[in-house]
Structure formats: C-alpha cells, structure tokens
C-alpha cells in the first residue's frame, strides 16, 4: 500500500505497465473523501503505469484539473462537496477530452445509468476487486493510446512535405490536402478544378484510396479523348447485337466502377446529349446499357475534373446546369505552380529520384540552374516541370543538373528581380572574397540543402 500523499509517481521502468512511456505516463486523478480508497485506486494505477493524482473534495478536483494536465478522472459518486454527478457534469463541459471512471458503493441500476448517459466511460461498484478496477483502467488506457497515436499521425500527416503522391508544403497545398482528408471517407461527387498539368487526377486518387472504397476499382476517364460515338457505349456498356460489331455484351465503365470510383476526367468536353443521361444514372444510381431495356443497378463514386470554366460554359449554354450541381457537392481547385512556387525545389527533388538510375545518379541541382526554374512562369505547371527534369537527367552528363542541362527557353529565360538580385549579391560576395577562398569554391553550388536531397524519397505530382 502505498502512502497517502497527495500526488504519487510510479517509476517509468515498473513491471507489466501499460501505456508507452516514450511520450509519458497518462495522468488519473482519484477523486474520494475515503482515504482508504484513494490510496488503493492510485496504487492500482500507478501498477498500471499511470501518473497518479489525489483529491478529496470536488472543488480539491477542480483546483487540480485547471492547473495539470489529467487524461482520466476516477471519482466517487458520494464526493463532498458538489458530489460525483456534478463533477462528471463539470468536466464533461471544461475538459470534454478526459475519460471519467465512477466509483459507486449502490451499484445501482439508475446510478450507473445516470453517470453514462452524462459522458462517464464505464464504472466500478464498491467495495470492488482490485483486478476488476485494473482491467477497467487497462481498458480506458488503450483507448487514449489509440487516440494519441491517432493524434501524432494526424500531426505527422499536416508536416509531412506532401500527401499520397502529391508532394509540396505550400499552404495553397495544404488547404488541398485538409479537403482530401475531409471528404475521402464519404461518397459524395467531387469536382476537382484546375489548369492542365497540375495534378487533378492525383486529387482525385489520393481521394480515392483514403475512402473506405480503396480496395475496390479506381477508374479514370478521359471524357476529351473518347470517340464521340463511342462515348455511350463506353461509359454504360451495350448488350450484343446492339450496333454492328457488337458480337459481345460489354461492361460499360460506371458499371466497371461499381464498388470504387469513377473518375471522370475533362467533363467539361463531354457532348451535352450525353451529360443528361450521366445525370440521369448519378440520381437513380443506374443504367441502360446501349441496346438493352432493362436497367442496372450501379454504386459508385463520382469525382470530376476539368480545366474548362463550366460555370461560363453553363452560360454558352455548352454544359447543364443541373450536372454541375450534381458534381459541385465538394469542390477542390488546385493551384498552378506559378502561385506555388516554393514548392519547386522539393517537385524538383522528386522528379530526379524518379529518373535518376545508376547509371545515370543525379543527386542535385546547381544554384543557377534552380533560380531559373524558380523564376518560370511554367504555363504546363507541374507536368512541364517533369518533362524539364526528365530531359535534363537524360541529356545531361554531371552529378548536379546544370543549367547547360534546362530545355532552352529555361536556359535564355529571364530571371525575376528577386532571383536576379539573388544571383548578383552572391556573385559580388564572390568577387570580394580572397583569391585562395574562390579558387576552393566548387564550380556549381548544388541545390538544394541536405533537407531537399534526392535521397528524401518524395513522388511525382504530375497529372
């Protein structure tokens, strides 16, 4: 039995502790004008691994609670002075995040029943066994060690330089990343806008896969590069027999989708005939196959994307207006890289771990050759970004890209005034070192820092 002191601590190497002692100990708080009962309660949890806190009085438990962080509170029902109810009311409206266990010497039905529907977790009925208190401790603790490991990834997902295959920690990023994770677990349709090249259907995947449909099919469709009378049979499938050279039946791709996600890429091409009929299968979540009367039954998730302006297009009269609320439940619009710019060094990095080889290992970028991939406008965004570095890993012969390296409109580019003041400061600081400090310089700085290095494992962002 351990002493009746008002806080104890229980060493972090105990035996059969229950919790991970590398972020520390959980706090309880035991709350019971019984001396007897708060040294046993603290020495049960203390064998459990937690950091043990003693109160006799609620108002003693309140003190407590607005000065120490405390993860579980386990309190007698018959507590002086606002007694355990009203505790259990406090806390639940102060401190919503602690888990509440109640002591109770009735074990009545309307008391328990009482402390549960106010948000207390479980209770204990007293006098209780010793191993019935740990295994309701041992209980509680799982679950906070289940919510904090929840916390640190949810922590570790917003620092993270990216999410899925997308890669960038600009904040225009981040808000995408914040929408992924907000919408990927429901079905609702998403729209996904943006320029050409800057990753739509990247969006659109890493929505997918954080759904729960992530085990079921993920199709993309390019609405601008069907056959335009082709573009009904392949999207509903058509029975044999239904136009010449229909020797099959065939699936169309929203009944392939079934289960996963269809995703429709450049919506704003498709023919206005068809876009009455994909508003006709999104609301009755079914279809006619081309040359069939009966209909199917389809569960699908909808995520479009387009490069157009559908709201002017809705105007021309050139898309339905009740099809793009249809598919404007959520919308996303991704940046061009032009108004992310801080982010190239980190795309940059990714592309030369893509298409480095060893027999061809890039491990940097030389400083002159990043200002000026910093200072282009890059109207294809992020797939024209790609395709530079592609070339210049191919085309190139050193260990650092240099700007020899860049396709020549970046070569004879002009720099902004930023990169160009950049470069000039460096190149007067150079000139007025001492000849023996130049001459140690190397030729090319490599770009970037340790913290951008190739070897940081980041993929490819390019729709």
Request: hydrophobic content about 40%; charged content about 25%.
């Amino acid at each position: 039995m351990l002493s009746g002191t008002a806080e104890h601590f229980h060493p972090a190497g105990v035996a059969g502790a229950i919790v991970d002692h590398s972020t520390g100990p959980f706090t309880v708080l035991v709350v019971d004008d019984e001396e007897e009962a708060r040294k046993i309660c603290a020495e049960v949890a203390e064998e459990a691994g937690l950091r043990a806190r003693s109160a006799r009085t609620t108002e003693e438990a309140l003190e407590i609670l607005e000065q120490v962080p405390v993860d579980i509170v386990l309190t007698d029902l018959r507590v002086p002075e606002l007694g355990g109810l009203d505790l259990l009311r406090r806390i639940r409206e102060h401190f919503p995040q602690i888990a509440v266990l109640v002591l109770t010497q009735y074990g009545t039905i309307e008391s328990a029943v009482e402390a549960t529907r106010l948000g207390a977790a479980d209770f204990v009925t007293k006098p209780f066994h010793v191993s019935d208190l740990r295994s309701k401790l041992d209980r509680m603790v799982r679950a906070l060690d289940l919510e904090r490991e929840n916390r640190v990834l949810r922590e570790e997902l917003r620092s993270r330089p990216g999410f899925g295959e997308l890669v960038g920690v600009s904040a225009k990023m981040q808000r995408v990343y914040h929408l992924i994770e907000k919408v990927g677990p429901h079905t609702c349709p998403v729209l996904i806008l943006g320029e050409s090249g800057t990753g739509k259907e990247l969006v659109a995947r890493s929505i997918h896969f954080s759904s729960p449909r992530r085990e079921r099919a993920f199709v993309p469709v390019d609405c601008s590069a069907l056959v335009p009378t082709l573009i009904e049979s392949e999207l509903f499938g058509y029975v044999k027999g239904a136009f010449t050279g229909a020797t099959q039946s065939r699936h169309g791709l929203l009944e392939a989708a079934t289960g996963g996600t269809l995703f429709l890429d450049e919506i704003g091409d498709l023919p206005i005939d068809l876009q009455a009929k994909l508003l006709r299968a999104l609301q009755e979540r079914e279809i006619k196959p081309v040359g069939s009367n009966e209909r199917v039954s389809i569960d699908v998730r909808v995520i479009a994307a387009t490069n157009r302006d559908l709201e002017e297009a809705i105007r021309k009269n050139q898309f339905r207006q009740d099809l793009f609320f249809r598919l404007n439940v959520v919308q996303i619009k991704l940046p061009p890289l032009r108004d992310r710019k801080n982010d190239i060094p980190m795309l940059v990095n990714s592309f030369l771990e893509k298409f480095s080889t060893p027999q061809r290992p890039v491990r940097g970028v030389s400083e002159e050759a990043m200002s000026r991939l910093m200072a282009y406008d890059w109207p294809g965004n992020v797939r024209e970004l790609e395709n530079a570095v592609e070339r210049a890993v191919a085309l190139g012969s050193g260990q650092a890209l240099s700007l020899t390296d860049l396709p020549t409109n970046l070569q004879h580019g002009i720099l902004s005034a930023a990169w160009e003041w950049t470069i000039s400061s460096r190149s007067r600081s150079s000139s007025a070192a001492p000849s023996s400090a130049r001459c140690a310089r190397p030729a090319a700085t490599s770009w970037p820092p340790r913290a951008f290095s190739a070897s940081a494992k980041l993929r490819s962002t390019a729709n």
